[in-house]
């Protein structure tokens, strides 16, 4: 480690649209082993935002995309294996690339 402040868990990102409503992903994780636990995806009724997106967008190999609940307001669940299947297995590995939101 780089001597940084140690993550706690969850970990927590959002993108707000321009009327302020938020897009969030809310990452559980294991403090010891730093494996991924399982993410939440929350959509704000309204938000023009129905994606999080790891890595650069506009590249389709490499992008990873989390969809927020289709039909508005709302949570999804995303599992350790779920997470696994993107690439993404530790907390490191989300912090390791870019994540922005895309309607």
Not at 4 to 26: H, K, M
Not at 45 to 61: A, E, M, N, R
Request: proline share 5%; charged share 20%; net charge negative.
């Amino acid at each position: 480690m780089d001597g940084g402040p140690l993550q706690v868990s969850p970990w927590v990102w959002e993108a707000l649209d321009y009327v302020g409503l938020a897009c969030r992903i809310t990452v559980n994780f294991n403090v010891s082993t730093r494996a991924l636990q399982s993410a939440v995806v929350h959509r704000d009724s309204g938000c023009q935002y129905t994606k999080i997106v790891f890595d650069v967008p506009q590249d389709g190999l490499k992008a990873k995309r989390l969809s927020a609940p289709a039909d508005g307001a709302g949570d999804k669940t995303y599992t350790a294996n779920q997470m696994k299947a993107q690439g993404l297995n530790t907390i490191e590995d989300v912090l390791a690339v870019q994540i922005t939101a895309e309607p």
